[in-house]
Structures are given as C-alpha cells and as structure tokens.
C-alpha cells in the first residue's frame, strides 16, 4: 500500500536562511531540529518541516564534514549542469483560487514567482528558496484518468525507449 512520503531530504549551507524562509515565507513549521556528530568528526545540523498531511522536508547543514565539500551547489540543477525545472518539489494546493492566492502572498514577500501555468491537467507556479532550489505549489484541475498517461502509447515515447 503507497502512504506518499514521509521526507524528501537536501541541503543548506545556511540553515538560518533555510529556517527563515521555510518558516516564515512558506508557513511550514520546523517540527525537529537537531544536531549529528558523525565519528569522523564535524557537525551536521538537521531540520524538518512540516508542509501537511503528516509528510516532511528536511534540510541538512553539514559543518566540517570529512567527505562533504565547503562550497557544493545546493541547489542541484547547477551542480549537475542540468535545466533549471529538471530537479524540484512541488507543494500541493485545493484548486486555482488557493494558488492565485500562495502566487500573491509570495510576491507581497518579495519573491520573483513564474506562473500562473496551466499545463492542462494541472496549474503550477515556479520560484526559488535561498538554497536556490526550484519549487512549485501546484493543483490538479481535472482529474486524472487513462487519458493522461495515453502518451506512452505514442510513437514517440516508444522512440526514445532506452531499453
């Protein structure tokens, strides 16, 4: 039986700011917070929020790691050269109005946000973190049936099989 996720976890080199903005921006509570101190040495500072439904996202700090370096991108698509959507999270919202409204509560932060988009079967909009992660609070807006996973079916799905 799927029970969704418990936590999706990733990294910070400023914890601070990641508390700040998880918290105070996004409204999502840090639920734990606590240290690890590897055998090898350093500390690594860990927070979990809570963005509903019993599920999590956690951020690690790592400080003085052996193994861990200083200054890695956090922010994943930059690290690994990819674009900019390829890695992200998005956060579940009721329906296009509660979007409209996270959309305008994010620019009255002072966020740059992209959207509204409509993708058809859902809407999403687009902005960053601190860590400069990709994030999205997105809606369904049909539901989904068959139809929406047809695609496989088309010749060009096939096509790019790599098996």
């Known amino acids: 039986m799927n029970r ?3 936590h ?3 990294a910070t080199h400023d914890m601070e700011s990641t508390l700040d903005f998880y918290e105070n921006v996004l409204g999502f509570p840090a639920v734990v917070c606590e240290t690890i101190e590897p055998e090898t040495g350093g500390v690594i500072r860990h927070a979990f929020f809570d963005v509903g439904q019993g599920e999590l996202i956690a951020f690690m700090e790592a400080n003085d790691i052996e193994g861990v370096a200083a ?4 922010g994943i698509n930059r690290g690994l ?3 900019s959507g390829m890695y992200h999270f998005a956060f579940k919202v009721a329906d296009p109005e509660e979007l409209a409204k ?3 509560e994010l620019l009255e932060k002072g966020l740059k946000v992209r959207g509204i988009v409509d993708h058809g079967w859902c809407q999403s909009i687009y902005f960053r973190d601190p860590n400069f992660l990709q994030l999205e609070f997105c809606c369904l807006t049909v539901e989904l049936s068959e139809e ?3 695609g496989r079916q088309e010749e060009v799905w096939k096509r790019l ?3």
């Open 8 to 10: 999706i976890g990733l």
């Open 4 to 6: 969704g996720l418990h």
């Open 102 to 104: 996270k959309r305008d």
């Open 71 to 74: 200054a890695f991108d956090t």
């Open 81 to 83: 050269g990819t674009g």
């Open 148 to 150: 929406h996973s047809a």
């Open 161 to 163: 099989s790599r098996n």
